[in-house]
């Protein structure tokens, strides 16, 4: 008998037009389903701002506790964009 591996995950949720109510967020659902629907149990969302120290010390804390970490949002060709980079740094420190 195989013994089937539990994977969980969470999902992080970036940028100030979600917290301000002026976009709504419609990837966590379809993101949650399917994840569910291939055996990974999704344990925690979180909401946070374009921030870049929040946004490299929530991927920190969330990576060491979740076998994976999907992000969405603030990844746009808007000026104003720091997603990519702050993910990157988070990236390179630990390189």
Do not use: C
């Amino acid at each position: 008998m195989t013994k089937k591996t539990k994977v969980n995950a969470a999902i992080l949720i970036i940028g100030n037009e979600i917290l301000s109510g002026r976009t709504q967020d419609t990837n966590t659902s379809t993101i949650a389903v399917w994840l569910n629907s291939i055996g990974v149990k999704v344990e925690e969302v979180r909401v946070i701002p374009d921030v870049e120290k929040t946004i490299i010390d929530t991927l920190n804390l969330l990576k060491s506790i979740y076998d994976y970490v999907f992000t969405t949002g603030g990844i746009g060709p808007t000026h104003d964009d720091i997603t990519a980079e702050s993910v990157s740094k988070n990236l390179w420190d630990k390189i």
